[in-house]
């Protein structure tokens, strides 16, 4: 650490010492990831999304390259939560900064359950993912303002942990579903997470997903999350927001820090360089050495409109 330079910053009351978190769904476990990466660079890092019961996920191919980013449709494959808590849970302990939890299911309720079995383990928090569908309505929760309060409101019953919520840049309209998760009692956002997109493979004329649509990431689609960070700090400045989407650098983190995010998710970059984050946290401190910013409040929401 730059003498002088501090990485600490927040989430509403929640406490972090740096604001680079390593997005779930990059970083596996977290517990295996560590074996190759220094994970005390990140304020936390998110173990990939676990569901109430074992999911398989979709048929291969469901990975593949796309331009500058990538398209995947893993269909959030874990071997459901009791598994998880015996498996990894149990590993937590040994990670050298924050673990937090993912929660995903079909219904409000496998939320909450999920929510509740996370708590028996040393996660320090619960991020819930609201990318899945609603079997009722058939609609991502994240897309739904009704459907992702309730399962907020679920989880919040079912665990005295900070709450996440991460919502979709493929919302119509991203304010309104931040203010219904915050008001069903999350402790901040995360905005965002992949970008619907397809691709074609031009020699077998097949789609490069067996599902056609996956999510696409990587640095194409950090314009998008800025938008989104920006829209939501805006209108609901008292709101704490993780920013993630593109982010490969510490220029990057600046941005997204300026736009209103008080952490910023590091995930695609890590499948091109598990080290990436000791890369961006050392190109944050000498930004901030060289504008002699000394905390990391002194950036968050200070980009300057026209």
Known sequence: ??????????????????????????????????????????????????????????ATPRLGPAGAGMLNAIGIQNPG??????????????????VWGSAVGHTAEEYAAVAAGLSETPVSAIEVNLSCPNLERGTMFALDRDGASRVVTAVRRATALPVGAKLSPNSEDIVAIANAVAEAGADWVVLGNT?????????????????????????????????????????????????????STGNDVVEFLLAGASAVGVGSAHFGDPKIGR???KQLQRYMARKGIHAIDELVGGAEPW
């Not at 939560?81 to 924050?98: H, K, L, Y």
């Not at 997109?197 to 696409?216: H, K, N």
């Open 1 to 58: 650490m730059i003498a002088g330079v501090s990485f600490a910053t927040h989430l509403g009351e929640h406490q972090l010492t740096s604001p680079l978190i390593a997005a779930s769904g990059t970083v596996g476990s977290v517990t295996e990831f560590a074996a190759v990466a220094d994970l005390s660079r990140y304020g936390a890092a998110v173990a990939k999304s676990v569901s109430g019961t074992p999911w398989p996920g979709r």
């Open 195 to 247: 970008v619907w997109g397809a691709a074609i493979d031009i020699e077998t004329r097949r789609p490069l997903l067996s599902s056609v649509v996956g999510g696409y990431s990587g640095s194409p689609i950090k314009p998008i999350a800025l938008r989104c960070v920006w829209e939501v700090h805006e209108a609901l400045p008292e709101l704490p927001i993780v920013g993630t989407g593109g982010v």
């Open 279 to 281: 890369k961006i946290a």
């Open 81 to 98: 939560i009791t598994a998880w808590a015996e498996s990894v849970g149990t590993r937590i302990d040994a990670i050298p900064t924050q």
